[in-house]
C-alpha cells in the first residue's frame, strides 16, 4: 500500500506537469524588481580569499573519468581553490546590449543558480578548520563556525584518512521565482549537475567524491548550523546532500558520522547573517510542502556496487580536462544540417553508464534508475529515428513490456544497450514534446531521461528527489562530453510530460519523463561579448 508522503509527492509530480493545453503554474512574467540575486554572502564572518589556478591539472580528456593518472594531490588552500574554480566557480561573463551575467561550471535552469555549498574543512597552514559557504562570485570561502583540532581528529579517524566534507543546499526561491510550481523539479536537477561538478574536479586533483548516504536532513542541517540561523521566509536553504572527499586509493570510507560527531559540530558556534536575495517573495506553498515530504531520514549504509566495463569507443579529445570543464556552455540554436560521428555519438552514449572507479557515477547516488530515449537527427552511419538506450540491463524486459508493440527493438551496436524503435524523422516530435523548442528538432540528436519511477518513489519518498540528481548528473556527462567533441549541449527543462510517455506507449506512472537533453553543432550568437570569469576581481590575491 501507497504511503501518504508517497501519494503526495507523486500528486506533486502529477500537478506540475505541462501539457499542450496548459503550462504547469507559474508566474506568467518576470518580475525584474525581484529577481533573486544569484550569489548569496554571509555577513559579518572571517573572509578566505581563495587563489586562482595558475596552471589547470595536467589530466587530458580521459582524466576526466579515469582516475589512475591523476596523482593525489594534498589537501591544501591551493588545491581546494582549484577544486572549488573548477567544480562551482565562474566560467565566464557575457554581455550584450548594455546587459551583463555570469556563467558557472555547473550549470542551472535559467541560469538562476539555486545550488549552495558550505565546506567542512580541515585546519590548515593558513586558516583554521571550520565550517565555511562557498562564495562563487568573490571565489571566497566565509568562516561560519571554527572547527577545534580536537574534533577533526575524530574525523579523520572516523573516515580512517585526510579529506574534508561538501554539502550542497537549494534555494527554491531562485527557480520559482521565473518558474513557479515546477522550480522543485529544476533545483533537484541543478543539485545533480553539481554533484556531477564535484565528482569530475575532485577527480582531477586525484580525489575521489563518496555521498554520505546514511545522514539525514536534519542531521545535515545541524551539522551546517541552519538550526542556529534565522533565514528570511523563502530564502532558506534546503539540505540536497553532504559528501566526503578524500585521496583515491583509500580503503572503503564510512558513508555517515557518528552522533558524537554530529552533536560535536552542531554545536559550534556559528556565526554570520545571510543577506538577503530579494525585495519580496512568492510562496509557492505546493513546493515546500513537497519538500517537507521528500526530507530524508537516517538510513543503513548502502554500497552501490558498480560493474567494471570497458570503453565502447577510444575516444579523444583536442582539449585538456580542465578545458572542456571551463569550455561548458548552453547552445541556443544548432545548425540543422551539422552532423556529428557515429563514434562521437557511441562516446556519449557509452560515457553515461556507471562504471567502477569512474566518475561521476562512483559518488554512489544510486543504481541506475534512468534510461535515454533519443530522437536521433543526424548521426553518420545511423538511420536517423527513435532508439533507447538502456543504462540497467535489468530493466529492459519491464519497458519493452509497457512499451507500444510496434517498436523493433532492434540492437544497434554489439554489446550496447542502444535499441532501435522506428525509422524516421521525429525532429517535430522532439520539438513538440519540449515545448516546441527548436533546438530539441534542429540538433543532431535529443532525448528524453526516462526513470523508474512508481516503485522508487513508493519504497522510499526522498528518493523522488534522488531521480532529478541521477539526470542531473547525466546531463552534465553530456554537456562535457559534447564540448570534448566540438559541440555542445542544452538541458531542456520545459517538456510535455505525458507526451512523452504517449511515444513510448506508457499507460501508468511506472516509468516518467523528467528531463530533456539535445546536443549538436551550435550556432553562436555574435551579439554576445565574452569576459574571462575573474576579470571583475583585477586585483585578486590569495589572503592568510
Known amino acids: 500500500m501507497i504511503s501518504e508522503k508517497a501519494e503526495e509527492i507523486i500528486n506533486y509530480h502529477e500537478a506540475t506537469k505541462h501539457h499542450f493545453e496548459q503550462y504547469a503554474r507559474s508566474p506568467g512574467y518576470m518580475d525584474w524588481q525581484n529577481q533573486p540575486n544569484p550569489f548569496r554572502s554571509y555577513t559579518e564572518v572571517p573572509v578566505l580569499r581563495l587563489p586562482l ?48 551575467w555570469s556563467l558557472r561550471i555547473n550549470p542551472s535552469s535559467g541560469n538562476l543558480h539555486p545550488t549552495e555549498a558550505h565546506l567542512i574543512l580541515p585546519p590548515m597552514a593558513s586558516h583554521p578548520g571550520g565550517v565555511y559557504h562557498y562564495n562563487a562570485l568573490g571565489h571566497l570561502l566565509e568562516r561560519r563556525a571554527e572547527i577545534h583540532s580536537d574534533i577533526w581528529q575524530r574525523i579523520v579517524s572516523h573516515f580512517g584518512t585526510d579529506g574534508f566534507l561538501i554539502a550542497i543546499n537549494s534555494i527554491f526561491w531562485r527557480e520559482s521565482w521565473k518558474y513557479g510550481e515546477r522550480a522543485f523539479r529544476y533545483c533537484n536537477h541543478d543539485a545533480g549537475h553539481a554533484l556531477a561538478c564535484l565528482s569530475f574536479a575532485a577527480n582531477l586533483y586525484g580525489w575521489k567524491c563518496v555521498f554520505l548516504n546514511e545522514l539525514s536532513d536534519e542531521e545535515i542541517e545541524a551539522i551546517l548550523g541552519f538550526e542556529q540561523i534565522r533565514f528570511r521566509k523563502l530564502e532558506e536553504e534546503h539540505t540536497d546532500c553532504i559528501c566526503f572527499i578524500y585521496p583515491r586509493g583509500t580503503a572503503d570510507t564510512p558513508r555517515g558520522l557518528p552522533d558524537p560527531i554530529i552533536a560535536d559540530l552542531a554545536n ?35 554500497r552501490v556496487e558498480l560493474q567494471n566495463r570497458n570503453w565502447l569507443v577510444d575516444a579523444s579529445s583536442p582539449l585538456s580536462a580542465a578545458e572542456i570543464v571551463r569550455n561548458r556552455r548552453s547552445a541556443i540554436a544548432f545548425d540543422d544540417s551539422g552532423f556529428i560521428t557515429g563514434s562521437q555519438f557511441f562516446s556519449m552514449l557509452d560515457k553515461t553508464l556507471p562504471r567502477r572507479d569512474i566518475a561521476p557515477f562512483d559518488v554512489e547516488l544510486t543504481e541506475p534508475l534512468t534510461h535515454l530515449l533519443l530522437f536521433v537527427h543526424n548521426v553518420d552511419d545511423l538511420t536517423p529515428g527513435l532508439y533507447f538506450f538502456v543504462r540497467k540491463n535489468a530493466d529492459l524486459s519491464e519497458i519493452k513490456g509497457i512499451s507500444r508493440s510496434d517498436y523493433q527493438w532492434a ?84 517538456f510535455f510530460d505525458d507526451a512523452v510517455h504517449e511515444i513510448m506507449g506508457f499507460s501508468d506512472n511506472r516509468y516518467q519523463s523528467l528531463y530533456h537533453f539535445t546536443v549538436g553543432k551550435p550556432i553562436e550568437d555574435p551579439r554576445l561579448t565574452t569576459y574571462p570569469p575573474y576579470n571583475h576581481l583585477p586585483n585578486h590575491k590569495s589572503v592568510p
Open 53 to 100: 589556478l595558475k596552471a589547470d591539472p595536467p589530466a587530458a580528456y580521459r582524466g576526466l573519468y579515469e582516475r589512475q593518472d591523476n596523482l593525489p594531490q594534498p589537501i591544501i588552500l591551493e588545491t581546494l581553490a582549484g577544486f572549488l574554480e573548477l567544480s562551482l566557480g565562474l566560467s565566464a561573463w557575457k554581455a550584450v546590449s548594455g546587459s551583463r
Open 268 to 302: 559550534l558556534a556559528f556565526k554570520g547573517e545571510a543577506e538577503i536575495l530579494s525585495q519580496k517573495c512568492i510562496d509557492w506553498e505546493i513546493i515546500y510542502q513537497t519538500a517537507r515530504l521528500a526530507k530524508k531520514p537516517s538510513t543503513a549504509k548502502t
Open 411 to 494: 540492437p544497434v551496436e554489439t554489446n550496447f544497450p542502444l535499441y532501435l524503435l522506428a525509422e524516421g524523422n521525429y525532429r517535430q516530435q522532439a520539438m513538440m514534446v519540449s515545448c516546441h523548442q527548436d533546438i530539441a528538432g534542429s540538433s543532431a540528436f535529443s532525448l528524453g531521461m526516462i526513470a523508474k519511477f512508481r516503485d522508487v518513489v513508493t519504497a522510499d519518498p526522498h528518493r523522488y528527489r534522488h531521480l532529478f540528481w541521477e539526470t542531473g548528473m547525466i546531463g552534465q556527462v553530456l554537456y562535457l562530453e559534447a564540448e570534448a567533441h566540438g559541440l555542445r549541449g542544452t538541458g531542456i527543462g520545459c
